[in-house]
């Protein structure tokens, strides 16, 4: 079946190291899409991709990174120089015009 | 700017009971709405989504939302709440056309009491 895969579930990062999440998708969609999800804030946009090597900032992108090499993958960077990097990571996919998401299951980042 | 508005951040309802979760959007147009569901340490789940035409959205679970234009609102209804719906709900909205860069609320947490 197709979906979106994200990897590790749990990840723990020591305060000044640089963490990648892993999101890969067999749906052959377009875009994907980098949320964090604090308590009561529901869901914030990091970065976005609509096409293999183009990505774009979201609203909360300082401190975090991101590729586009193959249609399927869009790892994010979780660097140094995010101040508080401890939330849930939501990945997720779409098709132009189809309307709404298809989720990763998430990783959840500790700093330890 | 776009934005969307959960008034409720915590409802509890007891099993059987009809359920109905707010949600108003700002946007200029008419925009793509949708209801999500994540159970807790899961990823979001679309429950149901409005483009256009009938205003009244059927969704899966036994859910329903309807859009309001003139009160910019799209609140999602259950008639009899299971134990298992239990979880967080996200309203979201789009622009319609393109990729549709959802924009989400902040999530209304229900509690079902048996």
């Known amino acids: 079946d197709g979906g979106i895969t994200q990897s590790p579930k749990y990840l723990f990062r020591k305060e000044g190291q640089n963490v990648t999440l892993s999101c890969e998708q067999n749906?052959?969609?377009?875009?994907m899409y980098w949320y964090r999800q604090d308590p009561g804030q529901g869901l914030r946009l990091i970065y976005y991709?609509?096409?293999?090597?183009?990505?774009q900032k979201g609203d909360i992108a300082e401190g975090y990174s991101v590729s586009r090499e193959k249609k399927e993958s869009f790892p994010l960077t979780v660097t140094s120089a995010q101040k508080n990097p401890t939330a849930f990571y939501l990945c997720?996919?779409?098709?132009?015009?189809?309307?709404?998401?298809?989720f990763g299951s998430g990783t959840r980042l500790t700093v330890v | 700017a776009q934005s969307v508005t959960q008034p409720d951040i915590h409802i509890t309802v007891s099993e059987g009971a009809s359920l109905e979760l707010r949600c108003n959007y700002s946007?200029?147009?008419?925009?793509?709405l949708f209801w999500y569901v994540q159970s807790p340490g899961q990823g979001l789940q679309l429950l149901l989504k409005?483009?256009?035409?009938?205003?009244l959205v059927q969704g899966i679970k036994g859910f329903e939302a309807e859009f309001k234009r003139s009160q910019s609102s799209f609140n999602l209804r259950k008639p009899s709440v299971h134990w298992s719906d239990a979880a967080e709900y996200f309203c979201?909205?789009?622009?319609?056309?393109?990729?549709?860069?959802?924009?989400f609320g902040a999530g209304t947490r229900l509690a079902v009491h048996p």
């Open positions: 991709s609509q096409i293999v090597n183009d990505f």
């Open positions: 979201a909205v789009a622009p319609s056309g393109g990729y549709n860069k959802l924009i």
């Open positions: 946007y200029g147009a008419t925009p793509y």
């Open positions: 749906l052959n969609h377009d875009a």
């Open positions: 409005y483009f256009s035409g009938d205003t």
């Open positions: 997720a996919s779409s098709i132009e015009g189809a309307g709404g998401y298809t």
